[in-house]
């Protein structure tokens, strides 16, 4: 989860999933194919393999947030939008529990589809050869290595690291107690719990010092997109605490 929803485009690509609405915004697919070719997946082919991957992944993300909003009463709907998407509804239950296990959700839901592309890999007997690969496969893509050994791989093995990439990284990503990530929101229900002002102080503080953290570790690692995606992170949640605590005074 990343941004405020998009205002509908002519350029949307709408359809229906598991009764679902899912609206795709035309910015989607731009930031996913720059992500794919600035990535140093300079192979077109790859870049080809990177983009269903996401589109598969994101949605399988949402899908596991709106099943349990569904669940709990609500009627959600799905945006795919620059850099991820949404599972949005109006009529979503609020309730603590609810939100933190909606929140955790999305990124179990991925980690359960790349469960299942590790058992369809392994029924095909090619485990062996990906066993070796499925540890770097979690701090790998921190490395520069990584965008190395990408352009060497063949389409099939870049669709299962891409995969898994996606599915488990950013699932884990995802989980870093940062608002506006899954992480974020379920840090801040648990901190509200018992005083929901101090509460929203402390998840912002906490929001601010781990995406800080994050920015330094990829700046250290030579990775300036990552470090700049989380330095705007921190810096957005400066300016919320800083106009939090302004509004109460
Ligand atoms: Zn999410």
Redesign the pocket.
């Known amino acids: 989860?990343l941004l405020g929803e998009p205002a509908p485009t002519p350029a949307d690509f709408h359809f229906r999933l598991f009764g679902f609405p899912v609206r795709v915004h035309p910015l989607f697919w731009i930031i996913t194919l720059i992500l794919g070719m600035g990535s140093g997946k300079a192979d077109p082919v790859n870049t080809l393999v990177w983009v269903p991957v996401v589109l598969v992944s994101i949605l399988v993300?949402?899908l596991g947030?709106a099943f349990v909003q569904r669940y709990y009463g609500g009627h959600p709907w799905i945006t795919l939008y620059s850099f991820g998407g949404l599972a949005s509804c109006n009529d979503c239950d609020n309730r603590p529990l609810s939100q933190i296990l909606i929140?955790l959700a999305?990124?179990v839901a991925g980690f359960l589809f790349a469960g299942v592309v590790i058992g369809v890999l392994a029924a095909m007997g090619r485990i062996a050869g990906l066993t070796v690969d499925l540890i770097p496969v979690v701090w790998i893509p921190f490395d520069l290595q990584y965008y190395e050994l990408h352009g060497k791989l063949t389409p099939r093995d870049a669709l299962v690291w891409d995969l898994l990439q996606v599915n488990i990284l950013w699932g884990l990503v995802?989980l870093l107690p940062i608002y506006p990530l899954?992480g974020g929101h379920i840090a801040r229900e648990l901190l509200t719990l018992g005083n929901s002002r101090n509460g929203i102080v402390r998840s912002l503080q906490l929001s601010i010092g781990t995406a800080a953290l994050v920015a330094a570790y990829a700046l250290l690692n030579g990775r300036l997109f990552l470090c700049v995606m989380f330095a705007v992170l921190a810096a957005e949640n400066f300016q919320t605490l800083q106009r939090y605590r302004y509004s109460w005074r």
């Open positions: 989860m993300h949402e947030h929140s999305g990124p995802n899954d």
